[in-house]
């Protein structure tokens, strides 16, 4: 299975606030999510989000305040599509290249806490905030982080509406955002994939 690349700023963004962030014990279920966790500040929706470097173009449709996800990640000049599925704590890679996917249960994060980041976490990570601004006409929180790989944030109800680096260059950007219902079969785990499960600390391929 082809590695993701665009999860990066994610990754990023979530070790630099961990220690702030909302944790749940890992837990399986082939169920619907409890209403309990959210990831985001909005209940439906879809996103799409360019990776303006890597060509890369990332559509999310998400239900249940993010609790519940289906991402499609296209690379340019790439005939195979990559899907990530979120359902709470179960997060399923696969893709069209085969029929073998990953399953792995994972430490539920509430991404909204990364735009309240604590004052010793702002001197410790050298996180500077920055007057508001607005990113595809949603008025976003907006900090820049030396610690690591420097980099500035727009944030929003949890989504991370653009990511540049120090320099003003794109890494990562929303360009369309809908609040719309999304079909509950959206997030429907695929019977035809075999999903091989894989712990937290065993890298993803």
């Known amino acids: 299975m082809r590695k993701n690349v665009w999860l990066l700023p994610l990754i990023l963004f979530t070790m630099i606030f961990c220690s702030s962030c909302n944790k749940k014990n890992a837990q399986t279920s082939k169920t619907t999510p409890s209403d309990s966790i959210r990831v985001y ?19 999310t449709w998400f239900d249940n305040y993010g609790a519940l996800q289906y991402v499609e990640i296209r690379e340019m000049n790439d005939k195979y599509v990559s899907m990530k599925l979120v359902r709470g704590n179960d ?17 539920y994060v509430d991404y909204r806490t990364w735009e309240n980041p604590s004052q010793e976490e702002m001197v ?12 595809n006409g949603k008025v976003c929180k907006v900090y820049s982080i030396n610690a690591g790989l420097p980099a500035k944030m727009y944030i929003w109800n949890g989504f991370i509406m653009k990511n540049e680096t120090q320099d003003g260059e794109v890494l990562t950007e929303i360009v369309d955002f809908r609040e719309v219902a999304v079909p509950i079969n959206r ?10 499960e894989k712990t937290l600390d065993e890298p993803q391929q």
């Open 41 to 59: 500040g909005v209940k439906s929706g879809y996103f799409q989000t360019n990776l303006p470097q890597s060509k890369t173009n990332v559509e």
């Open 124 to 135: 410790q990570l050298g996180i500077v905030k920055h007057p508001v601004e607005f990113v």
């Open 187 to 196: 997030f429907d785990i695929p019977s035809h994939i075999n999903f091989t």
């Open 91 to 107: 997060e399923y890679y696969y893709s069209t290249y085969n029929n073998e996917g990953v399953k792995k249960t994972v430490e």
